[in-house]
């Protein structure tokens, strides 16, 4: 079966930091990735995409970038954290089908909190 | 761009009463999906609409795609206070999806 796994769990970072959180799928080949962005008792914003090793599409201009170095591994960074970046952060596969959206199945999350 | 909204943003229901939240986009959706996220979790795939028109139902959840596709509707009878969570609609296109702002519902026992 798949499974999707996302670290770390609680992040507390200062403004300026660098930031890396990892998702890794098992079980599954080709999947596609994406990053959302959550903010409290808010909705998902979409941050990131790839449907292939090194195939990134940004939905939202900002200080974070994506990248897809294996098949199953979706990367999301930052050079400088921001206040504003702070929230909870999900990443979640779907099968890679026709290109058409399938079911997309979510990592627990990482909760980042800048300060 | 595409937006895609849910109403009401709130609920706070007695045990035992009914629930509904709507989804409404602005352009027309090639299919719609339904999520629940419990307090402190991540969303949760509950259903895929995709046909004009389309009911389903899962126990005591129906779900309704409306006929020109631009609205759904996710309807709980007799909450429990396992429903409580909030439900996110999703519209989706080629690759992505665009989340609905969602409806965080309360149930008191």
């Known amino acids: 079966s798949q499974t999707i796994h996302q670290w770390p769990a609680t992040l507390v970072q200062p403004v300026g930091s660098p930031l890396s959180l990892e998702c890794t799928v098992e079980?599954?080949?080709?999947?596609?990735l994406y990053w959302y962005r959550q903010a409290a008792g808010r909705g998902l914003q979409l941050l990131f995409y790839?449907?292939?090793?090194?195939?990134i599409s940004s939905e939202v201009p900002q200080n974070l970038s994506a990248s897809r170095p294996q098949d199953r591994q979706f990367i999301l960074s930052s050079k400088k954290l921001l206040l504003s970046d702070s929230g909870f952060y999900l990443c979640?596969?779907?099968?890679?089908?026709?290109?058409?959206?399938?079911?997309?199945?979510f990592g627990p999350g990482t909760r980042l909190t800048v300060l | 761009g595409q937006q895609v909204m849910q109403i009401p943003q709130y609920q706070h229901v007695q045990e035992g009463e009914d629930f509904t939240t709507y989804c409404n986009s602005s352009?027309?959706?090639?299919?719609i999906q339904w999520y629940k996220q419990r307090p402190g979790g991540h969303p949760v795939f509950l259903i895929q609409?995709?046909?004009?028109?389309e009911v389903k139902k899962q126990k005591r959840l129906t779900f309704q795609f409306g006929e020109a596709k631009k609205n759904s509707s996710l309807h709980i009878t007799a909450t429990q206070t396992t429903d409580v969570g909030t439900y996110f609609c999703?519209?989706?296109?080629?690759?992505?999806?665009?989340f609905g702002t969602g409806t965080r519902l309360k149930v008191l026992a």
């Open positions: 979640a596969w779907s099968p890679s089908l026709t290109g058409y959206t399938d079911t997309q199945y």
């Open positions: 079980g599954t080949s080709n999947p596609n």
């Open positions: 790839s449907v292939g090793i090194g195939q």
């Open positions: 352009t027309t959706l090639s299919n």
């Open positions: 609409l995709v046909k004009s028109g």
């Open positions: 999703a519209g989706t296109g080629t690759y992505k999806y665009i």
